[in-house]
């Protein structure tokens, strides 16, 4: 059985940093992706980066040039580095994995940017 679990959230001023991690563990067969989505209060989820499983990378352009999206297949990890944040990148954080069968959900990690 596949399990994400995202970590890294928190509180953190305006022009500040955090690092998201993305642990994933049972067997994933086919990997064809992995990306990072958010929620902010009251709107759908969107899609912010994704690395494919041959490390083809894309982001949203309202992240491009302040956030990094990679991975590190050994320790079976997702990360999401995010630099000079803003209040309008407060939400909550979902790690995604796609393989040839269906796609994977971690349960979130909340990013608060305070003015």
């Known amino acids: 059985q596949v399990q994400l679990v995202e970590s890294g959230g928190g509180l953190v001023q305006t022009g500040g940093s955090l690092m998201l991690s993305c642990r994933v563990s049972?067997?994933?067969?086919?990997?064809?992706?992995m990306a990072w989505y958010r929620q902010a209060p009251g709107k759908e989820r969107e899609f912010v980066a994704d690395?494919?499983?041959?490390?083809?990378?894309t982001y949203e352009d309202s992240v491009r040039g302040r956030f990094t999206i990679s991975r590190d297949d050994a320790k079976r990890t997702l990360y999401l580095q995010m630099n000079s944040l803003n209040p309008e990148d407060t939400a909550l954080y979902y790690c995604?994995?796609?393989?040839?069968?269906?796609?994977?959900w971690g349960p979130g990690t909340q990013v608060t940017v305070s003015s």
């Open positions: 995604n994995v796609r393989d040839s069968a269906r796609a994977y």
């Open positions: 049972g067997s994933i067969f086919n990997l064809r992706g």
């Open positions: 690395i494919t499983g041959d490390s083809t990378i």
